[in-house]
Nanobody
Framework: AQLVESGGGLVQPGGSLRLSCAASGVTLDYYAIGWFRQAPGKEREGVSCIESGDDSTYYADSVKGRFTTSRDNAKDTVYLQMNSLKPEDTAVYYC?????????????????WGQGTQVTVSS
């Protein structure tokens, strides 16, 4: 299985970005997908998760109301829509997959990881 993130970049505070996580070698229908981020000198932080069954979602308090995760199973792709971005959202963002119908917020819960995409929020 391979996960590839895209959509990162430089954006001004208050702006928006949409990250994509495209899968190959697996059918994402059966996988819970998590989004994590890691800023320099900090631990990897769980941002959101979407279950494989009923598409229930979880968001960290720091992004609740601003970020939305969704999936398009026909394209084997999961998205993270990020609005009202703040400088503290600056980090490398990773998607991860686990073949269970769960909400998982810890990195160790996931089997597969993408390579990451840089998001920089700065004026």
């Amino acid at each position: 299985a391979q996960l590839v993130e895209s959509g990162g970049g430089l954006v001004q505070p208050g702006g928006s970005l949409r990250l994509s996580c495209a899968a190959s070698g697996v059918t994402l229908d059966y996988y819970a997908i998590g989004w994590f981020r890691q800023a320099p000198g900090k631990e990897r932080e769980g941002v959101s998760c979407i279950e494989s069954g009923d598409d229930s979602t979880y968001y960290a308090d720091s992004v609740k109301g601003r970020f939305t995760t969704s999936r398009d199973n026909a394209k084997d792709t999961v998205y993270l829509q990020m609005n009202s971005l703040k400088p503290e959202d600056t980090a490398v963002y990773y998607c991860a997959a686990v073949d269970r119908d769960i909400i998982a917020t810890r990195p160790l819960s996931y089997n597969y990881w993408g390579q990451g995409t840089q998001v920089t929020v700065s004026s």
